[in-house]
């Protein structure tokens, strides 16, 4: 098992910097790829970015390349998401997510944080 817990939300104005951090417990995440996902109020889940388990491999939505960066420490067992450039479309639920493959599919992913509220305001 693999608890995740994000932490990092908050308010920020719109053009402004958020730095998401994602903590996990029980496993190492060095055996992982890591996905970051968000949900708008009355909107689907979608992919944000995705690391494979060293890191070296990253991918991203369209929507956030150039803006958002996904990185990971294994020693500290956790990863980032540095947010550059935000929009108010950026407003969401943010949640870390772990799977044995990094994928843009969310039902691939085996554990789930609990998700932390990003509010971008115009």
Do not use: H
């Amino acid at each position: 098992q693999v608890q995740l817990v994000e932490s990092g939300g908050g308010l920020v104005q719109a053009g402004g910097s958020l730095r998401l951090s994602c903590a996990a417990s029980g496993r190492t995440l060095s055996s992982y790829a890591m996905g970051w996902f968000r949900q708008a109020p009355g909107k689907e889940r979608e992919f944000v970015a995705a690391a494979s388990w060293s890191g070296a491999s990253t991918y991203y939505a369209d929507s956030v390349k150039g803006r958002f960066t996904i990185s990971r420490d294994n020693a500290k067992n956790s990863v980032y998401l540095q947010m550059n450039s935000l929009k108010p479309e950026d407003t969401a639920v943010y949640y870390c997510a772990a799977a044995r493959i990094p994928t843009q599919s969310d039902y691939v992913y085996d554990y789930w944080g609990q998700g932390t509220q990003v509010t971008v305001s115009s």
